[in-house]
C-alpha cells in the first residue's frame, strides 16, 4: 500500500504495463481507473479530501489560502476535523503553487498559457485572478470533472473576464494533440502544475515529463507535488531523494529543484515550520525545462529551409 499525494488516504499502487516512451502509455495506464470513479474510489476519496482541507485552511483565523467554491464540491460542508488547526502540508504546497504561478505570469511576457494536472476538484481556474487574456488548460478525469463543473456553475464560479478554460480529459489518447487542437501552442511560454492528478506509477509520470518536454518551450517552469510512492529512493534520506529528482528530470530536459515544506512554512508562517516538519508523503518541486518545444524545432526547421531555398534561387540567378 501507498499513500497518495501526500494524503492520509491509502490506493494499492498496481501494476501498470507500459511499452515505450510514448504518451499513450500513460493514458493507457490511468484510463481503467478514471473510467471507474465513483464515491468509493481511492483517488476520488484523496480528492475529496484535499478538497477538505482547503476547506478547512478557508476557514481558519489566519488562512494560507481562501477557496470561496470549494464547499460546493463536497458531500458535506464542514470537515470532521475542521476544529484542528495544525497546518497541512497540501496546503502549504498549494499556497506556494498559487504565488509561483501568479509571480512567473506576472514577471514573465507573454506568459499567457497555464496547464493543470489535477484531480479534477481544483478550482484554480475559479479562484486565482489570472492575467487578462489567459488561457487554463485543465487537464483532469473526465468524470470527476463534468459532476464537479456542474456544481461549480451552480455556486457561480467562474474564470476571470477576458480568460477562458479548457477541459482535456486525462484518459484521452492524445494530450498532446488535444491540447493543440483547443488553441495550445509550443512557441509560446507557458507554465504547467502537477498536483493530485491520479497516477500510481513512476513510468506515468516519465510520461507526463516527456508530453511537457515536447510541448513548453524552453525556459518554461513546470512545478508541483509528487507522490513519494512513485519514487525509486528512501524518501526519508533527503540527499538520495534530491540525486535521484535530479536524474529523473534531467534525463526529460528539465532542471530541478527540490522545495522543502518546512522552508515554505518559515516564509509564511514562522510558528508553523514544526508542525510541517516530517512530511514525507509527496516532493514539492520547481522544474524548468532547458530544451526547445517540438513547434520551436520545426519553426526554426522551417525558417531554415526557407533560407536554404531562397540562397539556392539566388546562386541559380547568378549563373
Known sequence: ???????????????????????????????????????????????????????????????????????????????????????????????????KLLQTMQSTDGLKQVVLLTDALDTRPYRLNWPTSTLIFNVCPEKVFRGALQKLQGAGAKVPRGCMSFHVPSDSFDIENILRSKGFSGTRPSIWVFQGLPIVKLESFKDILSIISNLAMKGCLFLGELPVCLAEIDAGDQSATKKWLDVLFMSYGFR???????????????????????????????????CFSDDQMETWRTEFQRIEEEGDEEGFEEL
Open 256 to 290: 530541478v529543484k527540490m522545495i522543502e515544506y518546512d522552508e515554505v512554512a518559515r516564509n509564511l508562517r514562522k510558528d508553523s515550520a514544526k508542525r510541517a516538519s516530517g512530511v514525507g508523503a509527496s516532493i514539492l518541486f520547481v522544474a524548468e525545462h532547458l
Open 1 to 99: 500500500m501507498e499513500v497518495l499525494a501526500g494524503l492520509g488516504w491509502r490506493v494499492d499502487c498496481w501494476g501498470l504495463s507500459r511499452g515505450g516512451r510514448s504518451s499513450n502509455t500513460y493514458l493507457n495506464n490511468i484510463r481503467a481507473g478514471a473510467a471507474s470513479f465513483n464515491e468509493n474510489d481511492p483517488f476520488f476519496q484523496a480528492a475529496i479530501q484535499r478538497a477538505s482541507l482547503r476547506l478547512r485552511e478557508s476557514h481558519s483565523p489566519d488562512p494560507l489560502l481562501i477557496d470561496p467554491y470549494v464547499g460546493c464540491l463536497l458531500p458535506y460542508n464542514t470537515p470532521e476535523d475542521m476544529e484542528d488547526q495544525q497546518l497541512h502540508p497540501y496546503c502549504l504546497a498549494t499556497k506556494f503553487i498559487d504565488d
